[in-house]
């Protein structure tokens, strides 16, 4: 009866451990695209903290912005006709990441299609979260 405790303990220990080396993911689609952008508690833990006796955060917004804004012309030879949608930061575990949303420009054909975004990750070291690529396969 005592090694119920235990094992559930263990169990519990393993999770916990595993958890917190998960990555957070941020999807976006684009093009038969979709671009993974993980974010682990590694990479947070070599960026500047933002304690919180500190109005503002180590990397100034407007930085971020530029940072993703050249992420994307690295991603999109179109991206000077991608509009900016906002600019969030987002806690992860004990630090903080900017997200920034871009409005992906609709087909020339299709000028009524309903926007979509798509996100680009930035770690308050300036550094850009650089996506893995997968290729979308159409619905059968």
């Known amino acids: 009866m005592n090694r119920v405790p235990l094992l559930l303990f263990i169990f519990l220990s393993f999770g916990a451990a595993a958890m917190s080396q998960t990555p957070a993911v941020f ?3 684009y093009d038969g695209k979709r671009y993974d952008f993980y974010v682990t508690e590694e990479q947070l833990k070599a960026t500047p903290a933002w304690p919180d006796d500190q109005d503002a955060p180590p990397l100034a917004p407007r930085l971020a912005l530029s940072t ?16 900016l949608g906002d ?7 004990k630090s903080w990441i900017y997200v ?14 309903p926007a979509s975004w798509f996100n680009v990750v930035v770690l308050m070291n300036g550094e850009p979260v650089q996506p893995k690529i997968v290729e979308l396969k159409p619905p059968k």
């Open 27 to 29: 999807h976006s689609s």
């Open 68 to 83: 993703a804004r050249k992420s994307l012309q690295q991603l999109f030879p179109d991206a000077e006709n991608w509009q």
């Open 87 to 93: 600019v969030t930061l987002q806690p992860m575990w």
């Open 100 to 113: 920034v949303h871009f409005a992906v420009p609709p087909p020339t054909s299709l000028s009524t299609r």
